[in-house]
């Protein structure tokens, strides 16, 4: 497809992506569930980053059942380089997920789209990005939703496999916490955040991870940060990017931005929107429970290393094979689009 520009997708293009996405949901009764799935066309995105403010575009491409969701990362030194979107591969968690290191090439800001990916069922993808950093978009996954939305999914020859949590798994940090625990079906997530006093306050999000819960309640919560913080992070090569089009900003009062939030709890969806994605570097899609509190990058990847560390507390299991997950897949919205992301909200 074309190079996606959001923006006037959103004011020209909604009826067409309306009725690409009843195409979809007509379609997917003739599906198998519980196969895994690729995009119908490449993507084409074009953006800036919002940390090193450094220009690039985001090709994203249908990929091969089993090859999961790689990264080609172009334009360094004139060489490519690919990264698999593992967590073992993370190198690094300071206000992003950044895998890849060094001389090899790195790629930054991956969280997003990987929520995008996972939250609507998207197993098989390759990601090519001619720029340090994946570009921030409108702070959000709502325009990598739209986009997949408009090209569709298609269901590919092989069962999706998923990742089954058979015992807690749990990592602390100061006050906060992050675990991992069996469930019978499906993956739901817990999320609480606590800034003490000012704007925020605590506010805490459970939901059970699926397209249609992703796109309606998750997939646009924007990132978010403090003025008082700026000068800290520019000096530190951070937020260099950052403006009130891609950041929901704040002072000790009051959220800046002139159209306000987009949720009144926008700030725990998006903490929601960062552990989906950085929980997607399982290389499955979870059975089980993530619980947050106090969390971020560093706690939602350092989890995912304890799970792997300890190697009776998981299995792989696959759809074909697992009455588990058979229950898991049988929504009639699990990896198919049936609203565009930008669907009016109903409530």
């Not at 172009?74 to 968690?93: F, L, N």
Request: aromatic letters at 8%; a neutral charge; charged letters at 25%.
């Amino acid at each position: 497809m074309e190079t996606f520009n959001p923006a006037a997708s959103n004011r020209i293009q909604l009826p067409e992506a309306w009725r690409r996405a009843e195409a979809v949901k007509k379609g997917a009764a003739r599906m198998k569930f519980g196969k895994q799935t690729t995009l119908r066309e490449r993507i084409v995105l074009t953006g800036a980053g919002v940390h090193s403010n450094s220009p690039a575009r985001l090709v994203l491409h249908p990929a091969d059942v089993n090859t999961g969701i790689s990264f080609l990362r172009t334009g360094a030194d004139g060489r490519e380089v690919m990264i698999e979107a593992s967590w073992a591969k993370v190198s690094m968690t300071e206000l992003c997920t950044v895998i890849g290191a060094g001389s090899d090439g790195s790629v930054s800001t991956i969280e997003h789209l990987l929520a995008a990916f996972s939250g609507l069922a998207v197993d098989n993808v390759l990601v090519e990005v001619d720029g340090p950093e994946v570009p921030i978009m409108d702070g959000s996954a709502a325009a990598f939703v739209e986009a997949i939305d408009q090209v569709g999914l298609v269901e590919q020859a092989a069962p999706r496999r998923y990742l089954k949590i058979l015992k807690p798994v749990r990592i602390e940090h100061g006050r906060g916490f992050s675990e991992l625990r069996p469930a019978d079906r499906g993956f739901t997530l817990d999320v609480e955040i606590d800034f003490t006093g000012g704007l925020i306050g605590r506010q805490r999000k459970v939901l059970e991870l699926e397209p249609g819960v992703f796109r309606r309640d998750i997939s646009r919560a924007r990132t978010f940060g403090f003025l008082r913080d700026v000068e800290r992070l520019w000096k530190a090569g951070f937020a260099l990017g950052a403006s009130l089009d891609n950041t929901v900003a704040l002072d000790d009062e009051r959220v800046l931005n002139p159209g306000g939030l987009r949720y009144a709890d926008e700030f725990v969806r998006h903490k929601t929107l960062d552990a989906v994605g950085d929980l997607a570097l399982a290389g499955a899609p979870i059975i089980g429970t993530y619980r947050s509190y106090c969390g971020g990058h560093k706690m939602n990847v350092a989890v995912l290393q304890a799970l792997f560390a300890d190697a009776s507390a998981y299995r792989f299991v696959d759809a074909s094979t697992s009455s588990t997950t058979r229950r898991a897949s049988s929504r009639t919205d699990i990896g198919f689009a049936v609203a565009p992301a930008y669907a009016p909200d109903l409530n």
